[in-house]
């Protein structure tokens, strides 16, 4: 099952590659990996989607719970949430493709943000899924280039990851 | 306030720890701070000559007293050469600081002569590694690493110092701090007191209990609550490699060491046992043998203090997060606060049950081995060690045939005597760690069990050992053979000795011994083994290496056979279960 385990750590040198290493280091894989900084400068969110069974996900959040350098940590998809990815993506706009591909983006409710002769930007932002989806819409034919941030994510409602 | 360089500041944060020894080696990188070291007195530098030992002797002497063991090396070399050190401390829990020198800040990244990026090189193998960049940051970063490599599940931390931090003419205020706190770094000490309930009434029910205890106990200082919750409810006691000594082996509860090369009785009750009560043990391969076939009756209790190590690979009943001594301190608790007892007459059963298997081919009642062989016998150099010593030794050991006789024959009674490379199986580690315990126990008795193989991975040391007047006892059970790797041949590979022999390349150890200025003694002769041994026991204040030929034939069993279950094992050459 794919999980969302949102970790909020020390912003300190070498955090980050504790965390990466630690999963090459017990051959756990990672999906998607985006971290910065948060409110409190001394602390950074790291998201990161993995896939593995519920034994598997077990031993992932107590291993990155033993890292000095990691406060907390959750398990996003244990509960309800919100994710969010956002892509941006170069695509061919020539001729008919440049309103078929202004539909699609209408659509996905994305974002034309760059426009030349040949070729559009796109910005999409939603769930990994209806990136995906999008992707597929426009056709690989018509794809130059895409660019993921990787998944984030929060929890609903009051509950918060915090010191 | 006090103002002192970086490398002063260092100096005196670890006499304020309250640090008496360090292992170490210097090198450019590291020069301030060996000046340091030069201009004081509190501090004892034991100069080894090869970092890897610096590292073992370092562990040796955390095993040995329970206190942090310090090393300090140099940057490049002397920090790689440290590695299988650290990593042989991950991999058994042994609380450890390793203080390395690096280039200066203003070089890192540059390829600088002697740049080795240690923190990433040491990252898998260490509990947290510091990379300090401002001097003023010295006192408040030792006083973390100690901290950090001695509580919760203890491990080696890495401080990583560039050059121009311990700068002698740059001073700074110095201050050591009292406590540390980290917000993100505490760690469990207490059981839940819910699961504690349920883990004891899981034991009064049980018909065919063992507790299996690992080196948690030893490491946790829990010897003693383990003992007594043992002997209060008369239940069988097995423990692991790391384990001996956590319950005294003669005590007639013990059934021996568990797992590849542990007892009859003690696989063989893993395997039929209803309830086991796994305290500070982890569950290794090498404890295990097939973990999906590993005692399939049994409900688990796994005290212990790292909640990664539950439920790792064999899944637990009733899982207890925290140090094995709060939690069995509660258990006992408990105990006195209830009549309830297990079922007396099932337990009889049970005893009746284990005292039979035990009877037929426990190892520690009577010889499984030839002893109307010609030759000596390894089992009969440690028998004979075990008689010498009173049992009141420490012993050390190598990797091999060697370290699974005298985990199997020398019956410890009590914690910290018996220290071995059990998680990595680091040839190497028997000299040094020696020499580490024989820095803190001045007067013990303390004998290194190895083999002529592994002992030439850090022979070196011998040179140390002179320097510093340390009267370790070497007991080299030597078989002319890479034992264990040929024991494996001849089980797997038809006897094929691949690389596993020295055609007659190895050196006259008694030589080699004298000529470090020590005494050396050849035994040959069944005969003269006990009276050799005697002889050198004797000379207290010298370092004795004991040369002894052994039948280079002779095999470590029981063996359990992969894959299968707990008492799935070779008894003898021709002999299975
Ligand atoms: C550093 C290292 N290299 C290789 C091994 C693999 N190994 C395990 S036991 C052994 C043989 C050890 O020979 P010796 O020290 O003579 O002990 P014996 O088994 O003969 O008693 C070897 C090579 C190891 N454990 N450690
Ligand atoms: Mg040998």
């Keep these: 099952m794919r999980r969302i385990i949102s970790v909020l750590m020390e912003n300190a040198p070498g955090a980050l590659s504790r965390v990466v290493g630690l999963f090459s280091q017990r051959g756990y894989n990672i999906e998607s990996l985006t971290v910065a900084p948060t409110e409190d400068a001394t602390l950074s969110r790291l998201t990161l989607t993995t896939i593995g069974d519920d034994h598997k996900i077990e031993q992932i959040t107590k291993h990155l719970n033993k890292l000095i350098d990691v406060v907390k940590l959750v398990d996003l998809t244990e509960g309800a949430h919100i994710e969010r990815e956002l892509m941006l993506i170069k695509v061919k706009a020539i001729g008919n493709q440049r309103e078929e591909v202004k539909r699609c983006v209408d659509i996905f409710r994305g974002q034309i943000v760059d426009v030349t002769p040949s070729v559009y930007i796109v910005q999409v932002a939603g769930t990994s899924d209806k990136l995906d989806a999008f992707v597929q819409s426009v056709g690989e034919s018509a794809i130059l280039e895409v660019v993921r941030t990787g998944v984030s994510g929060i929890a609903r409602g009051e509950k918060v990851l915090s010191l | 306030m006090e103002l002192l360089s970086g490398g002063d500041m260092l100096i005196r944060a670890l006499q304020d720890e309250g640090v008496d020894t360090i292992f170490g080696y210097p090198g450019g990188s590291a020069l301030h701070i060996y000046d340091a070291i030069f201009r004081q007195k509190k501090v004892k530098h034991i100069l080894v000559r090869h970092e890897q030992a610096a590292t073992h002797a370092a562990d040796g002497y955390a095993r040995a007293t ?24 991950y991999m058994d829990s042994i609380p450890m600081v390793v ?19 240690m923190v990433g090189v040491s990252r898998p193998i260490v509990k947290h590694s510091f990379l300090v960049k401002d001097p003023a940051e010295i006192p408040a970063t030792i006083k973390k690493a100690y901290y950090i490599a001695a509580t919760g599940r203890p491990g080696p931390v890495v401080v990583d110092l560039p050059k121009d931090v311990t700068n002698p003419y740059e001073k700074f205020e110095y201050s050591y701090p009292k406590k540390i706190k980290l917000r993100s770094y505490t760690p469990i000490e207490k059981g839940h007191s819910g699961q504690i309930r349920k883990a004891v009434q899981l034991l009064m029910g049980a018909r065919r209990p063992v507790i299996y205890a690992g080196g948690g106990v030893v490491q946790g200082n829990a010897s003693e609550l383990v003992t007594q919750f043992a002997r209060t409810l008369n239940f069988p006691v097995t423990t692991t490699l790391m384990g001996l000594g956590g319950f005294p082996a003669s005590d007639s509860r013990w059934l021996g060491m568990l797992g590849m090369h542990g007892t009859y009785e003690a696989n063989t009750a893993m395997h039929h046992a209803d309830v086991i009560l796994a305290v500070g043990a982890r569950f290794d391969d090498r404890v295990t043998n097939t973990p999906n076939k590993f005692c399939p009756q049994a409900k688990i209790i796994h005290i212990d203090i790292d909640p990664a190590s539950i439920s790792k690979t064999v899944s637990a009943d009733i899982p207890i997060v925290g140090s094995v001594g709060s939690v069995m301190k509660d258990m006992l608790g408990l105990l006195n606060e209830i009549s309830e007892r297990p079922d007396a007459k099932m337990l009889g059963d049970w005893w009746q049950q284990i005292e039979d298997w035990r009877a037929r081919h426990g190892i520690l009642i009577e010889p499984r081995y030839d002893i109307s062989s010609e030759l000596i016998k390894p089992q009969d150099v440690i028998k004979t060690l075990h008689k010498v010593t009173g049992g009141d030794a420490y012993i050390t050991s190598d990797v091999g045939q060697h370290q699974m006789f005298a985990a199997q024959y020398y019956g410890f009674d009590l914690p910290r005597r018996w220290i071995n490379s059990g998680g990595l199986g680091t040839m190497g580690f028997g000299l040094p760690s020696a020499m580490g315990v024989q820095m803190a126990h001045r007067d013990a008795t303390v004998a290194c069990v190895t083999g002529e193989g592994s002992i030439q991975m850090c022979i070196q040391e011998l040179s140390a050992c002179t320097q510093y007047h340390l009267p370790i006892k070497i007991i080299c059970l030597n078989n002319q053979a890479l034992g264990m790797v040929k024991q494996w041949q001849d089980m797997q590979y038809s006897s094929r000795y691949s690389e596993s022999l020295y055609e007659d390349s190895l050196p006259d150890f008694v030589k080699l011994a004298e000529a470090y200025g020590h005494v050396g003694i050849r035994v040959e002769r069944k005969d003269e083994l006990q009276a050799k041994m005697e002889e050198c026991f004797a000379m207290k204040d010298r370092l004795v290496f004991m040369d002894i030929q052994v039948d280079p034939a002779e095999h470590v069993y029981p063996m359990q056979i992969a894959p299968g279950t707990m008492r799935d094992m070779w008894l003898s050459k021709t002999e299975r279960t």
């Design chain 2, 66 to 89: 329970g206190k942090v063991g310090t090393v300090l090396v140099t940057s490049g070399p002397g920090a790689t050469n440290a590695i299988t050190g650290i990593a042989t401390a």
């Design chain 2, 99 to 117: 203080i390395s020198g690096q280039v200066p800040s203003d070089k890192i990244g540059e390829d600088a002569f002697q740049e080795t990026d």
